[in-house]
């Protein structure tokens, strides 16, 4: 069995799959960080470690860096619920970028998600617009904030990795606030510019709920994949 890394961004993310994991009978158990300051979680199950990293390319790299030195792994994943580009994917469909080294590609097939591209923004994509432009500009089926970062310096240390993401939000759709406006500049969300922004636009209340039940089902429909891949 291959020494495997697995990255989320968000404790959100990473709670579903720790659930699946149990329930197929593979008890993840929490572990010590080697720099607590530098933020993250960490969890153990066998051969396969998961880190969660927080949001962003900066906490990207530096997790991702602590968590590479650390495990020295054959291969990694990274995984989360990102933006959808492609006109007419759905809520919770799941797509992967996989190296073959990662041994990947055919199980996750398998089990229901399909090969696509993942685009690397270091903001967050808001506007339909905006996602319709990176889609013709990258050609890629879905955005997120962390796993370029990951895989890159998965590439400068010849060690095979591999992108799972599922749908959190359709191309076609606007996000119901920007929320570049809500983090802090070391990407933590902060709840003061939240209820500001919030005051300001009461009518995107219904549509942040929607959003979080679309990120739950689309993490959960990632776990029970991801799981049984790895």
Not at 17 to 42: I, V
Not at 164 to 188: I, W
Not at 194 to 215: K, M, Y
Request: proline content about 5%; some cysteine.
């Amino acid at each position: 069995m291959k020494r495997s890394l697995l990255f989320f961004a968000m404790p959100s993310e990473a709670a579903p799959f720790l659930r699946e994991m149990r329930r197929l009978g593979r008890q993840a158990t929490s572990a010590s960080l080697p720099d607590a300051a530098a933020g993250g979680r960490r969890y153990r199950s066998g051969d396969l470690e998961i880190w969660v990293t927080g949001i962003g390319h900066s906490n990207a790299v530096a997790v991702g860096t602590m968590a590479l030195d650390t495990v020295q792994p054959e291969r990694v994943v990274t995984a989360g619920v990102g933006g959808a580009l492609r006109p007419g994917m759905k809520v919770g469909d799941v797509i992967h970028d996989a190296e073959e080294q990662t041994g990947l590609a055919g199980p996750l097939s398998t089990l229901g998600s399909r090969a696509g591209l993942c685009a690397l923004s270091r903001t967050v994509v808001v506007t339909a617009a905006q996602k319709s432009a990176l889609f013709l500009s990258a050609g890629a089926d879905i955005v997120d904030m962390e796993s370029g970062a990951i895989r890159e310096l998965c590439r400068l240390r010849s060690t095979p990795s591999a992108t799972v993401r599922s749908v959190s939000d359709q191309a076609e759709a606007d996000l119901p606030l920007d929320f570049n406006r809500v983090y802090t500049g070391s990407m933590k969300l902060s709840p003061a510019r939240l209820a500001w922004e919030i005051l300001r636009r009461p009518s995107a209340v219904p549509g942040l709920i929607r959003l979080g039940s679309h990120a739950a089902l689309a993490s959960e429909h990632l776990a029970s994949i991801l799981a049984k891949a790895l």
